[in-house]
């Protein structure tokens, strides 16, 4: 156990939808990453946030957004959802900033759009 | 395009024989970051390179970081059923983490 919580577990909804996964970092980290993996495009970095400001950003589409809130807890919204976004999201937490840092990943949202 | 390219992407050995996993890039990295997955489970890291030319033991599995920083590898003496999963290595490269696609390694008991 990471110490990484994420929810939901699974997600199933439909084209065109909207989504908000959830994440806690472990208790103490500042840094959340999050980063989507599918069969095709393996891991991808999402985008990161530390202490509550957005510190970098990867791959991320228009259509999907993210926050850190004042308890540190993230959110990643998803909408107009497409066939092609179905994949796990995982979300990871370190104590600091900076790639080098070790990240400790939950055990991720499979989100699935039929 | 991926940053960073892992071979082979599968594996498939006996319990007992020896294992290398490749991490090659044009990039060079700050440091290199090895992680496990297994199924249904987020990334676990197993160690992080920073020096060029490092060398490190964890139990049977050895890392190596090339020494101009581009490249590394991971090696598996006396594989066991409980180092299958996937092997994933990841580029701290402008300051974000660049992962490759990954390994699969399974080893039959």
């Known amino acids: 156990d990471s110490g990484v919580t994420q929810t939901p577990k699974h997600l199933i909804t439909a084209t065109g939808q909207r989504v908000t996964l959830r994440c806690s970092p472990r208790?103490?980290?500042?840094?959340v990453y999050w980063y989507q993996q599918s069969l095709d495009q393996g891991l991808q970095f999402l985008i990161q946030y530390y202490n509550g400001e957005e510190r970098a950003k990867g791959n991320i589409l228009e259509r999907f957004s993210a926050q850190q809130f004042p308890d540190l807890h993230s959110e990643l919204n998803l909408s107009s959802l497409e066939l092609g976004d179905s994949a796990l999201y995982f979300c990871a937490s370190s104590p600091r900033t900076g790639g080098a840092n070790e990240q400790f990943f939950g055990p991720g949202t499979r989100l699935t759009v039929l | 395009t991926q940053l960073l390219e892992q071979s082979p992407q599968f594996l498939s050995i006996q319990e007992g024989e020896n294992l290398t996993v490749y991490c090659n890039s044009s990039s060079v990295f700050s440091s290199l970051q090895w992680y496990r997955q297994e199924p249904g489970e987020g990334p676990v890291l197993l160690v992080t390179?920073?020096?060029?030319?490092e060398v490190k033991k964890l139990k049977r599995l050895t890392f190596q970081f090339g020494d101009a920083r581009k490249d590394s590898s991971l090696h598996i003496t006396a594989a066991q059923p409980g180092d299958t999963g996937l092997y994933l290595c990841a580029g701290d490269y402008d300051y974000k983490l660049s992962f490759g696609a990954g390994t699969t390694v399974t080893v039959r008991a």
């Open positions: 208790s103490g980290d500042l840094s």
């Open positions: 390179v920073v020096t060029g030319g």
